[in-house]
């Protein structure tokens, strides 16, 4: 398999924690998003949208949008499972997930940023924007989690929710959002950070990090 991504893309960021978590290994072929890489011909024709990250199957397959390649991996790959439990269970861990990558993460991406500055917004508004953002949303994200068992998101093991949960509070920090006061999602980020394939995913580790 081939991942194209970028060390600081959130989304690409999630879909490295699942290989790592499924033990598969994978090429990586890098676009560097601030130099408008994602945008190049030869990238379009793997993603008409331009965005990262996109995987190339072992047979040929391109496949977009992380959820749907985490998810895809957790099918062909069922071992451990990122969506465990009962039908109420797995729905709970989807709703966390998407959450933070359909209600959070996209309104305070690059692609809007960079509208918001065109549009002539000084920085503090934007970077305010991003930053208030974040923050109502883990707040809410911490109450999905209210009366569960961890240490991870969902209990004993990492599920769809950690993958999401962490290159979110990447963001958090980068904008100056602040979750030490949540219990919960701060029980999570300790458990995810003594993870091996946490660790490995994280954007200081890969090769194109700045």
Same mark, same amino acid.
């Given at each position: 398999?081939?991942?194209?991504?970028?060390?600081?893309?959130?989304?690409?960021?999630? $879909?490295?924690?699942? !290989?790592?978590?499924? #033990?598969?290994?994978? &090429?990586?072929?890098?676009?560097?998003? /601030?130099?408008?890489? *994602?945008?190049?011909?030869?990238?379009?024709?793997?993603?008409?949208?331009?965005?990262?990250?996109?995987?190339?199957?072992?047979?040929?397959?391109?496949?977009?949008?992380?959820?749907?390649?985490?998810?895809?991996?957790?099918?062909?790959?069922?071992?451990?499972?990122?969506?465990?439990?009962?039908?109420?269970?797995?729905?709970?861990?989807?709703?966390?997930?998407?959450?933070?990558?359909?209600?959070?993460?996209?309104?305070?991406?690059?692609? $809007?940023?960079?509208? !918001?500055?065109?549009? #002539?917004?000084?920085? &503090?508004?934007?970077?305010?924007?991003? /930053?208030?953002?974040? *923050?109502?949303?883990?707040?809410?994200?911490?109450?999905?989690?209210?009366?569960?068992?961890?240490?991870?998101?969902?209990?004993?093991?990492?599920?769809?929710?950690?993958?999401?949960?962490?290159?979110?509070?990447?963001?958090?920090?980068?904008?100056?959002?602040?979750?030490?006061?949540?219990?919960?999602?701060?029980?999570?980020?300790?458990?995810?950070?003594?993870?091996?394939?946490?660790?490995?995913?994280?954007?200081?580790?890969?090769?194109?990090?700045?």
């Amino acid at each position: 398999m081939k991942l194209h991504g970028y060390f600081r893309s959130s989304a690409a960021w999630r $879909v490295r924690i699942a !290989l790592n978590l499924k #033990g598969l290994g994978a &090429e990586h072929a890098f676009r560097h998003l /601030r130099k408008g890489e *994602q945008r190049a011909p030869d990238y379009l024709c793997l993603n008409p949208q331009g965005l990262l990250p996109s995987l190339e199957t072992d047979d040929g397959q391109v496949l977009t949008q992380s959820m749907a390649i985490v998810e895809w991996l957790d099918e062909t790959h069922p071992e451990p499972a990122l969506l465990p439990g009962d039908a109420l269970q797995r729905a709970r861990i989807r709703a966390f997930a998407q959450a933070i990558a359909c209600d959070i993460h996209p309104v305070q991406n690059l692609k $809007v940023l960079a509208r !918001l500055r065109a549009m #002539g917004q000084p920085e &503090e508004v934007v970077t305010g924007w991003a /930053r208030d953002t974040i *923050q109502e949303g883990l707040e809410a994200c911490e109450e999905l989690l209210a009366g569960g068992e961890g240490p991870f998101c969902f209990g004993p093991t990492p599920t769809l929710a950690d993958i999401c949960l962490i290159p979110q509070l990447g963001n958090a920090k980068r904008f100056g959002a602040d979750s030490a006061a949540l219990a919960r999602i701060s029980e999570a980020a300790r458990a995810c950070a003594a993870h091996p394939a946490f660790i490995a995913a994280a954007p200081e580790n890969q090769a194109d990090a700045e």
